[in-house]
């Protein structure tokens, strides 16, 4: 302050008012606390489960004489194990951490009864463990992504109508009467969810249904998952951290809600293109294809949001970790729904089909977005629970660059094996080549995917692990000023 500044004043309503709301945000702290720190927990520990599952399925792909000493190390098991891991463990628990907690801010209401909450948590996490185990040990329902076991299933299902009747009563006695963008979001991934998940778990089930119809079934399915419930509670949280800590309102709220709308109403649509070229009427793959390229409308409005947003704060990102992996986290939303809309031409499918494009474009959904997403949202909710602030700015300066880095590889890796692939399988000058010879074309691909970025990935979550247990034995710095990469009288 300089001689010639005067101090600010506060009126002492001003004052008040904002004592009222910071009790008012302490208590419902207070009771997200048991609940969000368990999802939280249990879902690093998937995490780091997945990365280890990750790395062995990767090193199977080309070096297949690896651990055959383990047979239930097949990749036949490994990879739809570490589907599991990653989907149901680590996105679905992080995600409903962060949904729980952002709904109780946003609704202002304090979370009765949190210990149902938590028992909810459990129910989900033994669910995940019983498929994983099921999975690994042989059983697989043959239907991607939904792989697991019917009693997998139920525990998953009980687990989530404890946790997300909460977020619907939260909703439903909120005091705001104009409930923010992100609220919407969440609210669709929380009705969302229970009916793609129980409807595909009875429709696969009826003897009924099978063959062509269960993959229908399943690639409805899986529009949903990945677009709705992982699109939604990713884009609730980036609509609220974003305009947080830049301190200023999000650009259009027109704009946001044209967005919300557009994706709720075209992305549960696109599910079919992966069924392009199969024995399904044409019908359903054709309008999965419009409904995909009209992606371009909520792709559109929710990015330019974001960017003008951002507009003269790009800054700030040298500064605050949750906004760093925030906004990386919306550059990939971008980018998966831009490679989705490629994708799903006929012409562009027919070389991408049968191949690890397909797994190069859910990682960066799932890796690329989401998980960025829950990383920003995880460093700014856990010391509001904890009471302290993240122990090292150096560990999440290491975790942010092996994480960017590491998934970039990964995701980039995918995507150009399965374009290598592809070229293989559609050159019509070589003699029919066969599917093992097409993977081992892409030996070099798999290769460096395997000991470069899923190592550098998993070291980087080992990181973020032991660092999170820092924070939940309170060994952390003294509340306060947040832990930053660098300290604004740093900067220059």
Do not use: D, N, R, T
């Given at each position: 302050m300089t001689a010639t500044e005067?101090?600010?004043t506060i009126s002492p309503e001003s004052a008040e008012k904002r004592d009222l709301e910071n009790a008012e945000r302490s208590l419902i702290d207070a009771s997200a606390r048991g609940p969000v720190l368990t999802f939280f927990t249990t879902a690093i520990f998937w995490l780091l489960v997945s990365c280890v599952l990750g790395f062995i399925a990767s090193l199977k792909l080309h070096s297949p004489e690896s651990l055959t000493a383990f047979g239930f190390l097949s990749y036949g098991n490994i990879w739809p194990a570490y589907n599991t891991a990653m989907i149901y463990g680590w996105c679905s628990l992080a995600g409903m951490g962060v949904a729980t907690w952002l709904i109780g801010r946003l609704t202002r209401v304090a979370i009765k009864a949190p210990r149902i909450l938590q028992l909810g948590a459990w129910f989900w996490n033994?669910?995940?463990a019983t498929a994983v185990v099921t999975i690994m040990v042989g059983y697989n329902s043959?239907?991607?992504?939904?792989?697991?076991h019917k009693a997998a299933r139920a525990c998953?299902?009980?687990?989530?109508?404890?946790?997300?009747?909460?977020?619907?009563?939260?909703f439903r006695y909120r005091r705001q009467a104009a409930p923010y963008i992100s609220v919407w979001y969440l609210v669709g991934a929380f009705f969302w969810f229970p009916w793609i998940f129980g409807t595909a778990s009875l429709l696969t089930s009826m003897p009924q249904i099978g063959g062509v119809m269960k993959n229908v079934v399943n690639a409805w399915y899986q529009g949903g998952l990945f677009n709705i419930w992982f699109g939604c509670i990713g884009l609730a949280s980036a609509y609220y951290f974003i305009p947080k800590v830049i301190n200023r309102p999000i650009y259009s709220y027109n704009m946001a809600t044209t967005g919300f709308w557009s994706w709720i109403f075209l992305s549960g649509l696109t599910g079919m293109t992966r069924l392009s070229g199969g024995p399904v009427p044409a019908y359903l793959v054709t309008i999965s294809i419009a409904a995909t390229i009209l992606t371009i409308i909520p792709l559109c409005t929710v990015t330019t949001n974001f960017v003008r947003t951002m507009k003269g704060h790009t800054s700030k990102m040298i500064y605050s970790p949750t906004l760093r992996f925030t906004y990386v986290g919306t550059i990939a939303f971008s980018l998966a729904v831009g490679l989705a809309v490629i994708s799903s031409l006929r012409s562009v499918d027919e070389v991408t089909h049968f191949t690890s494009w397909n797994y190069g474009q859910v990682h960066l959904m799932t890796l690329g977005f989401f998980s960025m997403v829950m990383f920003g949202a995880i460093y700014y909710i856990t010391p509001r629970l904890v009471g302290?602030?993240?122990l090292s700015r150096t560990f999440i300066r290491l975790h942010f660059l092996g994480s960017a880095y590491g998934a970039a590889t990964i995701i980039g890796l995918f995507l150009l094996s399965g374009l290598a692939m592809g070229q293989t399988l559609n050159d019509s000058t070589a003699d029919q080549p066969s599917f093992y010879n097409v993977i081992q074309n892409g030996a070099a691909y798999h290769a460096v995917k395997t000991y470069i970025?899923?190592?550098?990935f998993g070291l980087a979550q080992f990181?973020?692990?032991?660092?999170?247990l820092f924070m939940r034995l309170r060994?952390?710095?003294p509340s306060g000023e947040p832990t930053l990469f660098v300290n604004p009288g740093e900067a220059h």
């Open positions: 005067e101090p600010q033994a669910g995940v043959g239907l991607e992504y939904f792989e697991m998953i299902f009980i687990g989530y109508l404890l946790i997300g009747i909460w977020g619907l009563i939260l302290c602030e993240w970025g899923y190592v550098i990181i973020f692990a032991v660092h999170f060994i952390g710095q």
